[in-house]
């Protein structure tokens, strides 16, 4: 019985993994059909304060470095559409307290490469918003608790995190943004200790909150820099 439970479980997460790379390649590939428009590459780095449901902790206390670079095409005064790449530290984490009454402690690591793809919406000349879906593979996990490591606890995590990410940004000057940074894991990053399953909530999601910079290196115009280059040997 233990073994047909594991080779299912496998399965499902071979067939969740599978259709987490689909929907994403989709995204990515109807996000390249824009051409013709303003490119502009981009850096980002920033904190981000992060949690896993069903753990019983609460609250956003682990924190994690969020970095990487991307591209961004702008294709109407008011819209855009950005691809990054992303190192990004999320998990969970109890600290022991210091009055000594409680040595209870929990710690969780789990490093992703993320790439999300963004929609933006510009709502003024300073102040634009991003949603989109983010798909994270999982680089490493580590988990440890006051007694040492948790390596044989048997709950591996998935080997992908499809999340929502949603983004506030201000201008601070023409290159450099603050934005801040809402995640959510759509699909389980882990099942939960008992297996149990209810509805939505089929096991542990990733949840980000935080901050970041974003850094935008240039602009190049499309097809409209190479009409200009000819303009100007035909001269």
């Known amino acids: 019985m233990f073994h047909h ?54 609250g956003f206390n682990k924190a994690g470095i969020y970095g990487g670079a991307g591209v961004r095409a702008d294709f109407n ?19 022991l307290k210091n009055d000594g009454t409680d040595s209870a402690y929990y710690l969780l690591r789990l490093s992703y490469l993320e790439v999300p793809l963004m929609f933006r919406y510009k709502v003024s000349k300073k102040i634009y918003l991003e949603a989109g879906p983010s798909l994270g593979y999982l ?47 759509v699909v389980p990053v882990r099942e939960h ?5 209810y ?10 909150l935080g901050f970041c910079l974003l850094l935008t290196l240039g602009t190049k115009k499309k097809n409209e820099s190479e009409g200009v280059t000819g303009e100007n040997q035909r001269r």
């Open 139 to 185: 680089l490493k996990s580590y988990e440890e608790d006051e007694n040492g490591p948790l390596s044989m606890r048997g709950r591996p995590f998935y080997t992908f995190d499809l999340s929502a990410m949603f983004s506030l940004g201000f201008h601070l000057t023409e290159q450099l943004d603050l934005m801040m940074l809402y995640g959510q894991s």
């Open 199 to 208: 509805r939505l909530n089929a096991g542990q999601y990733n949840s980000e």
């Open 77 to 95: 005064g008011n819209a855009g559409l950005g691809f990054r790449m992303l190192y990004f530290q999320k998990g969970s984490r109890m600290p």
């Open 5 to 58: 439970s594991v080779m299912v479980k496998s399965k499902k997460q071979i067939v969740l993994s599978k259709t987490t790379v689909s929907l994403f390649l989709c995204l990515i590939l109807s996000g390249g059909m824009v051409s013709g428009q303003v490119f502009k590459g981009e850096l980002t780095f920033g904190v981000m304060g992060t949690q896993v449901s069903g753990d019983d902790l609460s």
């Open 193 to 197: 200790e008992s297996g149990a399953v």
